[in-house]
């Protein structure tokens, strides 16, 4: 029991040591702060530094993009807005200022002004697009941007224009020569029956002459003489044309005939 208090006593001492070198060392600091300037400053304690940062701009949310996508009805529109981005704006950023600490003061706290950057920052903006169903190359519908639908439409009409004048072309030239052949060919049955007409007729004309006999053209008969003539000789008779004579005819006489054979004068 009488070794308790020795033990507090020693305690209570310790305690009073301590606060003595504390209050010492306080009135040693502010001594020195007030002697004057050969006194080396306090150190000061870094203050904290607030930071403000600058606004980061929201990206604006676009429609969903449509083109290439399949459509159903040919020459059907639509309208749809679609991202795009504006001239470039400054953006202010954070530079900060901090107070200077002095020996006999405490430490300020540092504070933060925002000051506009040299980077340029993107404003989003809008704007709307028209779209048209139209069959792509393979066949089928999709939508497109108005543009590059009348482009397509443009060269498909322009190929397929194209297309029906060399069709034409090459008809025209076809029933130029079907026509051709066709005069041809009837200009030579026209010939072959000219020919056959022609054939026919002189066959006709032949067998004509055949089937008719040639007509039997008469002598022609002594001319009659006189009903009384006499011839006393053959010189008379002949002077008067009438030589010869014959048996039964004019002139005639035994006395021109002398060889009895029915005809004098011979």
Do not use: F
């Not at 040693?28 to 050969?38: M, Q, R």
């Not at 870094?46 to 990206?59: F, G, H, L, Q, V």
């Not at 006393?232 to 044309?241: L, Q, S, Y």
């Not at 039964?248 to 011979?266: K, M, S």
Request: with cysteine; hydrophobic share 35%.
């Amino acid at each position: 029991m009488p070794v308790l208090p020795a033990r507090r006593t020693a305690s209570s001492a310790r305690s009073r040591v301590l606060t003595l070198g504390a209050l010492a060392i306080s009135t040693v600091v502010v001594l020195t702060g007030c002697g004057g300037g050969d006194a080396e400053p306090a150190a000061a304690t870094p203050s904290p530094t607030k930071t403000t940062s600058s606004p980061t701009p929201t990206p604006t949310p676009t429609a969903t993009q449509i083109a290439n996508k399949a459509c159903k009805t040919a020459g059907a529109t639509q309208t749809q807005k679609q991202a795009g981005t504006a001239s470039p704006t400054p953006t202010p950023s954070a530079s900060t200022k901090s107070a200077k600490a002095t020996p006999t003061s405490s430490p300020s706290p540092s504070t933060t002004t925002a000051s506009p950057s040299a980077t340029p920052s993107a404003t989003p903006t809008s704007q709307s697009v028209v779209y048209v169903c139209t069959e792509n190359d393979n066949g089928l519908l999709v939508w497109m941007d108005k543009d590059s639908s009348i482009k397509l439409i443009a060269e498909r009409q322009e190929a397929a224009d194209k297309q029906a004048a060399e069709e034409a072309a090459a008809a025209a030239e076809q029933q130029r020569l079907d026509d051709e052949a066709a005069a041809a060919e009837a200009q030579r049955v026209a010939d072959e029956q000219a020919a056959a007409a022609e054939a026919q007729r002189v066959a006709d004309e032949q067998a004509r002459q055949q089937a008719v006999p040639a007509p039997v053209v008469p002598a022609p008969a002594p001319p009659a003489p006189p009903a009384s003539v006499y011839y006393p000789n053959c010189t008379a008779a002949r002077n008067a044309g009438g030589a010869p004579v014959y048996a039964g005819g004019p002139g005639y006489g035994t006395h021109l005939d002398r060889d009895g054979d029915g005809v004098g004068c011979e």
